[in-house]
């Protein structure tokens, strides 16, 4: 009797390699595992030109970037701790959690003393005319017109005669470095935030304050990222990121630093520290750079 005629199929050739996520070298360097130079460098801090109290650094961005808790991760790393000092919102929203302009300082070791740098938290800017904090606000806050706990107003700017407008800034009022803080995981950004963007930019640029960038939630854009943060330079996605970022805003490169705030964790990770120092120090170099000149 003959056989049933069936016949095994033939081996299915096995799919060609996917390429490698990641660079096979760091594309920038860091200093892993350096963060107690980093701190006592940042610890022991002080302005050059002595009539200046402390180095402004004003954060703005889109809504839900990370400005707050980008400041609480760095007061995190200089108490060591966990810490909430500026307050965020869990919940994802297309508003601004934060309503005034207020200065968060950095508190030293023992009561009553800080470091000599503050950092200005803003209400995010928003799609649309009318929503979010408006880039006239953040030009006065540069020249430093703008008084702690001015509560910001999305239909007009703050004017002269306002209790809350400061008609006669000392150095120490005005922004010596601008920090855009930009979520490297967030969908691209709408025409109008883009177009304020610029705008704060080029008044920045008009009165010569140096500029940063800071890409948050990068473990959040990057699964290889997540796994382990010291792939962060070696992330082709994360910098891909980076440089359409720098095309579009017209920040350069190597004023664009990757971090990852604190947000899940209970405990600190110095993985973490690492890249929050790394994008605190040129940031406070800048600005005292700049206020030595005022």
Same mark, same amino acid.
């Given at each position: ?57 004003? %954060? ?46 950095? &508190? ?33 806050? %540069? ?24 008609? $006669?800034?000392?150095? $120490? ?17 709408? $025409? ?77 990770? &110095? ?5 929050? %120092? $790394? ?16």
């Amino acid at each position: 009797m003959g056989g049933s005629g069936s016949s095994k199929p033939s081996p299915q050739p096995d799919p060609p390699p996917q390429p490698s996520p990641l660079l096979e070298t760091p594309w920038r360097d860091i200093s892993w595992g350096g963060n107690k130079q980093a701190l006592h460098y940042l610890k022991r801090f002080q302005p050059q030109n002595d009539e200046v109290e402390h180095i402004r650094v004003l %954060l703005y961005g889109p809504v839900g970037a990370g400005k707050s808790s980008f400041i609480n991760s760095i007061n995190n790393v200089f108490q060591e701790r966990m810490t909430h000092q500026a307050l965020t919102s869990a919940r994802t929203a297309d508003q601004s959690f934060t309503k005034k302009y207020v200065a968060y300082k950095i &508190q030293k070791e023992g009561r009553g003393n800080f470091y000599p740098f503050v950092f200005n938290d803003i209400m995010g800017l928003e799609d649309g005319d009318g929503r979010g904090v408006r880039a006239d606000d953040l030009k006065l806050a %540069l020249k430093g017109h703008v008084k702690e706990g001015y509560k910001f107003n999305p239909s007009s700017s703050l004017s002269a005669g306002d209790p809350c407008y400061n008609s $006669s800034p000392s150095v $120490s009022d005005r922004v010596h470095v601008l920090v855009c803080i930009h979520d490297a995981n967030a969908s691209q950004m709408k $025409s109008s935030v883009l177009q304020k963007m610029k705008e704060i930019r080029e008044a920045a640029s008009e009165l010569g304050i140096p500029q940063l960038a800071i890409l948050t939630h990068i473990d959040e854009a990057c699964s290889e990222t997540e796994k382990n943060l010291r792939n962060v330079y070696k992330s082709k996605h994360l910098k891909k990121k980076m440089g359409d970022f720098s095309s579009s805003l017209g920040i350069p490169m190597n004023c664009i630093l990757p971090v990852k705030n604190y947000s899940k964790e209970i405990q600190l990770n &110095q993985d973490v520290d690492t890249l929050i %120092l $790394s994008a605190l120090t040129p940031m406070i170099d800048f600005g005292d750079d700049y206020a030595a000149k005022l």
